[in-house]
């Protein structure tokens, strides 16, 4: 009978055991690392000589722009942990989570290998359950080789991304990791690699956004680990983001066998939403709850967020609103002086955040998915994300064509309840249409509903692809969205402002790339917030509302500056609008005044580009970046006259005499109205240093890992900034911290040292704090300046025996500065298109249609001789024409002489300018049905060579056929015809 007893009792603690609720750990603190190759798997090994470190951490990460990315150290590192279970541990499952490493791991848990991860992108787990003990001392060990020509075991093919081009080189453990410790029936991990789980999946349906409602759906994938069948049902709760229920649902109920996975389903429809959106990233709390016998056995909560998406007549519908899409084509690496990537979840949030403070709305990762932390803090701001894979700029087969859909697989399947994922990337370059169908079936099976496109760079005629377009250049489109992935690629320093302003360098001087002019990578603040004006109006001018085939934007490379792929003057990436430390460039606000708005801008913008700190004598272009109609400049009061309007937004007032005081300007709409203005002023000269912490919203946290921001600015004796100002300053530090500090032009690039110039008046440092919490004393001093100091205080971090339920970034605050998504329309049509029925040409008439069927990659072409250089169309109905627009083949680098004519009368005669793609040609008005467009002689011009890169690369200029020296050849990729609004 006893024995009987503690049988049942035996029973009863295990189905406890088994029922018990998860527990999810930060499993970053108390690891050692040791820079070359030992065995050190074993418990016992003794790594007391080894450095303590707070993940993330990334063993070379201090030589971030210090070195050039192809010098960035490899090799082998070893991280060792030891960690203890809580007793209540027994007898559950136990799992591992890294959120990624790069580039290979071997892993071990007291002395046994558990397996290898080799991508060195994508997250990974490992069922630990079996290796680990509650109560006792257990010992992590991780064999990590970060060699740029590693190879994959099983294949012994390198990763296509392992490039020294774009993928910065921070090897070791540079993300996140988790400990999870669950019941035995349970809800699994989004972990596909080595796991083989998919985890939950939270979508909505059904949308209503003017009635703010839809369907909610939650997925979750429950396995039973118990020796017995288990009837399990799943309940869901909603919490927003003040922590308020908002819906309770459930599931019914399913048995699951032992040993058996199956996904539960519940869904319900939910009224009053706040819909996710640019710039107001509303996030819900979705718990998914298992029960047993109607008692909660397990509880996820997915933190996400619900929006509608569509894709359609070539434009982006958010939430019912076309979005033409400006942003940024950003580094994945996403990196910072001295501490690479591997930042605190704050910091990602201030870095992005800043994106959409530009007025950004989309951030494209560029060839590897982006890090859980950069994905969540997409989210968190309202930044929409195209997400690649991983890749490098081609197309590939066999084995490393198998590596990048893996990725994908495991990446949609990590990413697909993050509402900031709007696009899918498949490739940096095009893919065939046999690999875009195998991607689109792995997005139909792991995330059918997400509302996401898929496609790749260029796929400009792909019938499989949902998006598309290319780097440079304007495509549009009347069927799925085309957008530029990275434009404007010129770089230029923050310490130049312009021709100028001391240190005096000139637009365009340095030293030449691999043997060519790098003078577009050599730009001032000035010149360079200009180019990316006129860079960003050439898919403007193409936006929604402009006809049927429309641009649907672009990004600009980079956001912030990047320790990769440079071709200036210095060892990194100059084309930030922002630094490395996140500092503004002139381009920031450009674009703050260019972007605000869905499509157009729907406030009025005015920026006067750079400062008004000059030497008696100077006499300068002004530029001013304005929504605004007309734009007036003062001196002192006195007018300069109104400013040369240029490429949309762009005034030029082109000699204005310097006097010290205030330059201002003053924009007017159409009908002389004001509607706004602004003024610079000439400072004071400098007499005092000035301090500021740009502060964490939850504060600074003594773990060894966070980082507090510092900002030192030279101010004069009103407290302003001097713009001009180039003083050395000389930092110093008391307290539980470590000096990282920050960087600028100069030896090494001042990394890592207590003594660095500001560039403009203005630069940054980093510290990080300890795992013991105190006070924190930075002070600053500079030569005929007075001093400045700060004191900081860290707060605890409370970890024990190696865990830690404080979670990163979990309670950072969402940003909803732009507030829902507005009801009204983005945009209001500008010229109305005319279809075209039918064509002629004077030779190879079979082919004319390819000069109006939508596909950027065809064009129709004559036969090289002057009197068949003509294409007649016939338009469906008689209209007044007042413009035709046409892509023509070398549209970068030839001008053509046109002559156009409306049922035989002439409204166009002159020559095409160099374009990005399209160009418009005003016509005089006339009524008319058939549109002649014809080369008007034979061209004296000799043609502009094609765009190469300083790599020696040629850049595309229409279709792959080169008739830039071909004189009596006219070549019409697209033809569109438009009568102006009545």
Not at 494 to 517: L, N
Not at 933 to 961: C, F, H, N, W, Y
Request: aromatic residues 10%.
């Amino acid at each position: 009978m006893k024995k009987r007893l503690y049988l049942t009792l035996a029973g009863l603690l295990l189905c406890m055991a088994a029922f018990a609720q998860r527990a999810k750990y930060n499993f970053n603190s108390d690891w050692k690392i040791f820079i070359g190759d030992t065995s050190a798997a074993a418990p016992d090994f003794n790594d007391a000589g080894w450095k303590k470190v707070t993940l993330p951490y990334a063993w070379n990460q201090q030589e971030a722009f210090r070195k050039d990315i192809t010098e960035l150290s490899t090799g082998i590192a070893w991280y060792r942990k030891k960690f203890t279970l809580p007793a209540s541990a027994a007898g559950q499952k136990v799992f591992l989570e890294f959120e990624g490493i790069r580039q290979a791991g071997e892993f071990y848990v007291n002395g046994q290998r558990i397996g290898i991860h080799e991508n060195g992108v994508m997250a990974f787990g490992f069922d630990i359950t079996d290796l680990v003990k509650p109560g006792v001392e257990n010992t992590v060990a991780v064999r990590i080789d970060n060699s740029w020509d590693y190879r994959e075991k099983s294949t012994n093919q390198k990763f296509q991304w392992e490039d020294k081009n774009f993928n910065a080189n921070y090897g070791g453990i540079n993300k996140n990791v988790y400990l999870h410790v669950t019941g035995k029936v349970y809800q699994t991990l989004p972990l596909h690699s080595l796991l083989h789980t998919i985890g939950t999946y939270i979508y909505a349906t059904d949308f209503n956004i003017k009635g703010r409602s839809a369907t909610i759906h939650a997925e979750s994938e429950v396995k039973n680990e118990t020796a017995a069948p288990q009837q399990v049902s799943l309940e869901v709760t909603i919490t927003d983001i003040n922590n308020k229920p908002v819906a309770n649902f459930s599931g019914g109920k399913q048995s699951i066998a032992p040993g058996q996975a199956v996904v539960l389903t519940a869904a319900a429809p939910l009224q009053n939403l706040n819909f996710w959106s640019w710039g107001y990233g509303y996030l819900y709390n979705v718990t998914t709850t298992l029960k047993i016998n109607n008692k909660a056995v397990d509880a996820v909560v997915t933190r996400t967020g619900f929006r509608k998406t569509e894709f359609r007549d070539g434009m982006i519908y958010l939430n019912d609103r076309v979005i033409m899409v400006h942003g940024y084509a950003q580094r994945t690496s996403n990196e910072w002086p001295s501490v690479g990537m591997s930042v605190p979840a704050w910091l990602s949030d201030y870095s992005n955040g800043l994106m959409v403070a530009s007025n950004g709305n989309l951030v494209r990762w560029m060839h590897i998915t982006p890090w859980k932390q950069d994905v969540e803090s997409c989210d968190r701001v309202g930044l929409m994300q195209a997400m690649p894979a991983g890749d490098a700029e081609a197309d590939v087969t066999g084995a490393r064509w198998e590596q990048r859909k893996a990725v994908m697989r495991d990446a949609m399947i990590y990413n697909r309840n993050n509402p900031s994922i709007v696009f899918y990337e498949c490739g940096n370059e095009s893919i065939s249409e046999a690999h875009m169908k195998e991607m689109k079936a792995i997005r139909d099976q792991y995330d059918p509903h997400g509302g996401r496109a898929i496609g790749s760079r260029e796929m400009l005629n792909s019938q499989e692809a949902e998006y598309g377009g290319e780097m440079l250049y304007t495509n549009k489109s009347a069927h799925i969205p085309m957008w530029a992935m990275e434009y404007s690629r010129d770089e230029g320093s923050r310490k130049y402002w312009d021709d100028y302003t001391p240190p005096y360098h000139k637009d365009g001087e340095g030293p030449a790339h691999k043997g060519q002019s790098a003078a577009a990578y050599n730009r001032n603040m000035e010149s360079h917030a200009v180019e990316n004006v006129k860079r960003w109006y050439e898919f403007w001018r193409e936006r929604p509302g402009t006809g049927a085939r429309v641009s649907a934007g672009g990004v600009n490379i980079v956001f912030s500056e990047t320790n990769t792929h440079h071709r200036g003057e210095e060892n990194y990436r100059r084309s930030g609008e922002v630094d490395a430390l996140r500092i503004q460039k002139e381009n920031f606000y450009a674009h703050q005044v260019m972007w605000n708005g869905w499509v157009v801008p729907e406030q009025e913008g005015l920026h006067i580009v750079g400062h008004w700190n000059y030497r008696p004598g100077v006499r300068k272009p002004v530029y001013v970046i304005s929504t605004a109609d007309k734009v007036e400049l003062k001196v002192n009061g006195k007018s300069q006259g109104f400013g040369e309007k240029s490429d949309g937004f762009l005034f030029t007032f082109p000699a204005v005499s310097w006097e010290a005081g205030a330059i201002s300007a003053t924009g007017y709409d159409s009908k002389g109205r004001q509607v706004i203005t602004a003024e610079k002023k000439t400072t004071g000269a400098p007499v005092a240093l000035k301090l500021t912490n740009i502060a964490s919203p939850q504060g600074l946290t003594a773990d060894g890992h966070d980082l507090a921001l510092l900002q030192v600015e030279v101010v004069d004796a009103a407290g302003n900034r001097v713009p001009d100002a180039m003083h050395m300053i000389k930092f110093s530090l008391e307290g539980p911290a470590e000096w990282i500090g920050g960087m600028a032009m100069g030896p090494d690039n001042y990394t890592l040292t207590r003594e660095f110039p500001v560039e403009g008046g203005i630069n940054r440092a980093l510290i990080r704090a300890a795992e013991r919490a105190g006070t924190i004393t930075v002070k600053a001093a500079a030569d005929g300046l007075k001093p400045a100091s700060i004191t900081l205080e860290s707060k605890p971090f409370v970890t024990r025996n190696g865990l830690s339920t404080e979670l990163p970034g979990a309670s950072l605050p969402v940003s909803l500065v732009r507030g829902p998504t507005p009801l009204t329309p983005s945009y209001r049509l500008t010229r109305t298109p005319l279809r075209i029925k039918r064509a002629t040409a004077g030779a190879n008439a079979d082919s004319v249609f390819m000069s109006y069927d939508d596909n950027e990659l065809s064009d129709w072409v004559n036969d090289g001789k002057l009197e068949t250089a003509w294409v007649e169309y016939e338009l469906e109905r008689e209209a007044t024409v007042s413009e035709v627009t046409l892509k023509l083949n070398n549209f970068k680098s030839r001008s053509y002489p046109l002559r156009i004519t409306v049922d035989g009368r002439e409204v166009f005669n002159g020559k095409t300018p160099l374009t990005l793609g399209y160009c418009t040609l005003a016509c005089k008005p006339a009524k008319g049905r058939k549109v002649r467009i014809q080369l008007a002689s034979i061209s004296k011009d000799p043609g502009g060579s094609q765009m190469v890169e300083v790599t020696g690369k040629k850049l595309d200029d229409g279709v792959a056929r080169d008739d830039s020296r071909a004189k009596g050849t006219l070549s019409i990729i697209e033809a569109e015809v438009y009568e102006a609004i009545k």
